[in-house]
């Protein structure tokens, strides 16, 4: 009987028993794990949370914040995110502040960042060369692009980002592979690479690129070449004095109409007014335009050319002046349009004005003008001899008026 007791009381404990440790461990579950998810937390809570370091509750509140459109709020919970050690979301954060602030602005906000860290890690090191931030990576030496012949033109590159840096190797390749160009008596130095945030390119589409030239004043002031080529910003490409300025998006034809002008070749479309009335009033012969007929003995006497060599053709250059011009082409140029070709009288013109490369403006007369601005005649006087010795008549000329006149350059 008492076994039968115990029998009977362990049929009946054990099972019930049992029930209860389920019932114990399911609690213990849900007590432990079943508090909902981060991204269910209440808004709240998230902000709290972030506040004291929680990283990964300030990056929901960023996303949440970016998609609802409230971008300061979302670069506010990004930068806590990467405060808490986040650092993969960095690039999220600056892609951010670049698609609200712009490019620069973006750069910026990233130099600070980074004058923060005693070392870079991967995405680090790539937002760097992204935005120019060139101090904080080892910038290698690249070897000079020279063409075959001797240099009557010399080209210092500059850019101020890794998309710069990749247009101007993809634009110097075309170069190369150009029957025509490849031959012309241009060369190319290694670039230049100077941060975004001290050369400061505008990004403004529609709108010609400026930039802050004078930090260049160094690299010009040491010579060794006698023009600039900017690869850096967003906007239209020009040419003045001395400075090729390219879009890190400008196309090859872009780059071979702009160099052009570096010889003194002229848009064959309509100029603004001002540059219109200041070009086509000027008793400058240009290699391919003539600003009335009545030039047409000068112009072929200074160009060494026949009757027979060219075609008269009228365009739209001095339009916005009152003139009819003409170009010496009857086909479509690359001067009138950058996708047409560039007629072998041009091309024959070009060798020509190469072939008096002191005739051609060096950047360093540009920039002695500068310098006078700011009554630095010290590098005025270094930047007019690097001209002058480029053969450049109008340097030759403002020294020898420096030298005659002992109270002022």
């Known amino acids: 009987m008492r076994q039968k007791k115990k029998a009977g009381s362990l049929a009946f404990f054990y099972p019930l028993s049992y029930s209860k440790l389920v019932l114990i461990f399911w609690l213990f579950i849900c007590l432990s794990g079943c508090e909902p998810a981060l ?14 370091g929680n990283g990964a509750a300030a990056l929901i509140l960023a996303k949440k914040r970016e998609q609802q459109g409230d971008l300061q709020a979302a670069l506010n919970w990004y930068q806590k995110a990467v405060d808490a050690g986040f650092t993969n979301e960095l690039t999220a954060l600056i892609s951010l502040k670049q698609k609200r602030d712009g490019f620069l602005a973006a750069a910026s906000y990233l130099e600070q960042h980074l004058q923060q860290q005693q070392s870079l890690n ?19 030496v690249q070897s000079p692009i020279h063409s075959n012949t001797s240099c009557s033109l010399t080209l210092q590159p500059v850019v101020q980002s890794r998309a710069g840096s990749s247009r101007l190797k993809l634009l110097l390749q075309q170069w190369r592979q150009d029957p025509q160009f490849s031959s012309l008596a241009v060369c190319f130095l290694p670039e230049k690479r100077v941060n975004s945030t001290d050369l400061q390119c ?109 075609e008269l053709h009228p365009v739209d250059s001095c339009i916005n002046a009152g003139k009819q011009a003409y170009a010496p082409v009857k086909t479509m140029s690359f001067m009138r349009s950058h996708e047409a070709e560039v007629p072998g009288l041009y091309f024959a013109l070009m060798q020509q004005v190469l072939a008096q490369p002191e005739q051609i403006m060096p950047v360093q007369y540009f920039y002695a003008y500068l310098a006078r601005q700011q009554q630095d005649w010290q590098s005025w006087r270094i930047l007019m001899q690097l001209a002058a010795n480029q053969g450049y008549p109008d340097a030759k000329q403002a020294l020898q008026q420096a030298e005659a006149i002992p109270t002022a350059p």
Request: aromatic share 10%; hydrophobic share 40%.
């Open 202 to 310: 505008s990004y403004q589409p529609g709108q010609r690129i400026q930039c802050q030239y004078q930090v260049l004043m160094p690299q010009v002031a040491q010579g060794g070449f006698n023009q600039l080529l900017l690869v850096a910003g967003e906007g239209k490409a020009n040419y003045n004095n001395g400075i090729v300025q390219l879009a890190e998006s400008s196309s090859y034809q872009v780059f071979r109409h702009e160099f052009a002008h570096i010889l003194g070749f002229i848009d064959e479309y309509s100029l603004a007014t001002p540059v219109a009335e200041a070009e086509c009033s000027s008793d400058v012969i240009r290699p391919n335009l003539l600003t009335d007929k009545t030039q047409l003995d000068l112009y072929l006497k200074h160009w060494r050319l026949e009757q027979q060599d060219i």
């Open 39 to 52: 991204e269910q937390w209440p808004e709240q809570r998230l902000m709290d949370e972030a506040q004291h």
């Open 122 to 140: 991967a995405a680090e090191a790539d937002l760097a060369a992204d935005f120019g931030l060139w101090q904080y990576l080892h910038n290698s």
